[in-house]
């Protein structure tokens, strides 16, 4: 169980909550005249140098090779594989629709942590909050909306789909990676790999054709700092945090708050509408968090007790 203050761990849910189910609207506006994986590839370009150049004036240690190889595995699975699916699809499939697809991230952390991790098996409120979490994304895409072949981009849907078990996989891998000490620096390293690998997939795709600096508008270019500070620097950092700090089922359950969120940013600044089922779908995806947390703080407690136990009859056994 974790010694972080506990107002430090809701602050940085909070963030992690309502800044990245923001951004799926702000990639929306910045791709509008920015080539996607070289508009991300930038996001983090800058984010990491900021960041990395931050953490290595206040420390003399300088990253070990070792380090910087889980930080490019990391920054791949997270960044490319990741966020690069998420804009790259966001070109034909609806912002909001990507965060729906997304929200089947936790299923696979749930996964990957039990049978790669060894991890205990995922106990029964956790499996019912996924069940939850899923049944209310289902109510609120609707039936319509998946039987709508032109509603959803099979491809692009494909591709989120497939970004969504990197970032998965990514995930759980730097819970244990090599990484140097301080936050700071290892989010810095993580994102400047993954910039690097996301601008090196833009020069594959041709997107430098692509790119007219003069037709780049403001909202496109507001949108990528907002991107940048808030979705990146900030966002970001307080997810690498809370995986140290917490465990994955209650990181990942950010993955059902994000389309909420994004549903009512799209109604608030988008004019898109807003309906019963949506706010009942909703309450049903808010239920399934809260089922996971309720099973992650009981597994919590009984580790504790059961440490404190061990504990005392070592104590009285050592007296004897």
């Known amino acids: ?172 891998y730097s819970k244990r990676a090599p990484r140097p000490d301080g936050a700071l620096m290892s989010t810095g390293m993580q994102m400047l790999m993954g910039g690097s690998l996301l601008v090196l997939a833009g020069t594959v795709t041709g997107e430098w054709t692509r790119v007219d600096i003069a037709s780049v508008s403001l909202k496109s270019t507001l949108a990528l700092a907002y991107l940048i500070v808030f979705g990146a620097i900030i966002g970001y950092s307080a997810y690498l945090w809370l995986l140290r700090v917490s465990s994955p089922a209650r990181v990942s359950t950010y993955a059902y708050v994000n389309p909420v969120v994004a549903v009512l940013l799209g109604w608030a600044l988008a004019g898109e509408t807003f309906t019963l089922r949506m706010a009942v779908a909703a309450a049903i995806i808010i239920a399934g968090v809260a089922l996971i947390t309720l099973e992650e703080n009981s597994r919590s407690k009984k580790v504790a007790t059961t440490t404190a136990a061990e504990t005392a009859r070592f104590a009285a056994e050592g007296s004897l």
Request: aromatic fraction near 10%; hydrophobic fraction near 60%; charged fraction near 10%.
């Open 1 to 172: 169980m974790s010694d972080a203050p506990r107002g430090k761990i809701i602050a940085a849910f909070a963030a992690v909550y309502v800044i990245w189910g923001s951004t799926y609207l702000a990639i929306l506006f910045a791709i509008e005249t920015l080539p996607p994986f070289l508009m991300a590839g930038v996001r983090f370009l800058v984010a990491g140098a900021l960041l990395f150049t931050w953490a290595a004036l206040r420390t003399p240690r300088r990253p070990t090779r070792a380090q910087w190889k889980a930080a490019f595995i990391i920054g791949g699975l997270l960044l490319l594989g990741g966020n690069g699916a998420v804009t790259w699809a966001e070109q034909t499939v609806p912002s909001g629709v990507v965060a729906l697809l997304v929200a089947g991230t936790p299923c696979w952390m749930v996964l990957l942590d039990w049978l790669w991790q060894g991890s205990a098996r995922p106990g029964a409120r956790t499996v019912i909050g996924i069940v939850l979490g899923f049944g209310g994304i289902v109510l609120l895409l609707g039936p319509s909306a998946l039987l709508d072949g032109g509603s959803i981009h099979l491809a692009g849907a494909l591709v989120v789909l497939l970004g969504s078990l990197a970032w998965a996989t990514g995930s759980i």
